[in-house]
């Protein structure tokens, strides 16, 4: 019987292998209204306070606190933008908006809802005061938002929506972030055919890689297409090389033990080739490697998969060793897959000689209080309608029988 020369590594020391290749990619400076999704690089400081003015919290009128209730002369208003060019004394009030520096003299604000505006015949219009209040109320005070030189995003964040906000809070227009990994995608294969195409005979349409594109794009990466390569040596050759450009290429396909399953032995060829066989179902022949090429900048590595060529091995794959791969060089600081717990609807088949991935859709069940994980039924590695609505894999250990409904297990997110 033939035995694949390569050993079976478990899925945590495979995975080990591939984030200790997984370098973070040199930052780049981008714009920071276009920073969505990025990783920060840098930390970011305040370069002033906010407020950098005491402001009013209020629409309302500015007192001197100590005077408590009563009927008092309006001096002014100040509204925000403006600043006030006359002084509340003691005795007086002013009419001040949201936002609004207070204007000097005044140390806590009314709300407007707590006064009633008396107007004079001649002279300044009048303000019943109703409410009493303390010095500082309603009033925020110079950096009480942030203070000058606060670290307000660290790097290894994130940018987030907030995040954004944060950014131009603080004044930054430029921004040093790590920069979306390159990963070029080629599928193998002489049967393959674009989804456009008739299917001939022995033909079928390349699913792998407009999957392979969206997952990737769902992850942060930006696409190389490399488009389908039939199983030939040389044609296959010229697309890696192409590929090897990128900071990771996923191949698909031509990784079992078949006589036209040639990507192996070239990637031998044009690196170092770190596992090909790892004990999981399904995916068991995902095959890993580093190639580095001198170029104009210095030395390159990509991180080339070599992905099984069943649709659902494919994904499953790409989840648990691309993803992490493809984060960590995003500059991610925990690249890994989210682990819950979540209980089985119903019972699962094991498997006695691998732990499998199965595809599952988890819910939050309230009346639990946790997450309950339903399968997405035949777990057949050519059946991609077992991914279909699937968010989660469950790890299910290497073990003969099953798992009775109910039961808790480990589950990996990837909706
Ligand atoms: P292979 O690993 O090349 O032996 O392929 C294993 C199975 O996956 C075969 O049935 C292939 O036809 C199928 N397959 C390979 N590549 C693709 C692809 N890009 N899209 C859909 N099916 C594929
Ligand atoms: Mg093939």
Known sequence: MAESPYPMLSVEAALAAVLAQAKRLPPVAILARQALGYILAADIRASEPLPPFPA??????????ADGPG?????GEVTAGRMADFTVTPGTVAYVTTGAPMPPGADAVVMVEQTEKLWARNGPAQIE???????GDDVRPVGVDVAEGELVLEAGTRLGPAEIGLLATAGVTDVSVYPRPLVAVLSTGDELVEPGTPLGPGQIRDSNRAMLIAAIQAVGGEVMDLGISGDSQASLEASV???????VLLTSGGVSMGDLDLIKPLLEHAGQVHFGRVRMKPGKPITFATSTTANASGDHTCLVFGLPGNPVSSLVTFY???VPAIRALAGHADPNLRRVQARLSHAL????????????????????NGFVAESTGSQSSSRLLSMRTANALLELPERDGELPAGSLVSALLIG
């Not at 088949?349 to 639990?368: F, G, I, V």
């Open 349 to 368: 088949p094991l498997d006695p000689a691998r732990p499998e991935y199965h595809r599952a859709t988890l819910r939050w069940d309230m009346a639990t």
């Open 129 to 135: 005061i109703r409410a009493r209040v303390r010095p």
């Open 241 to 247: 090389q192409r590929g090897l450009r990128a900071d």
């Open 71 to 75: 009927t008092y002369p309006l001096v």
């Open 320 to 322: 648990l060793f691309a």
């Open 56 to 65: 009013s919290v209020k629409d309302g009128y500015a007192v001197v606190a």
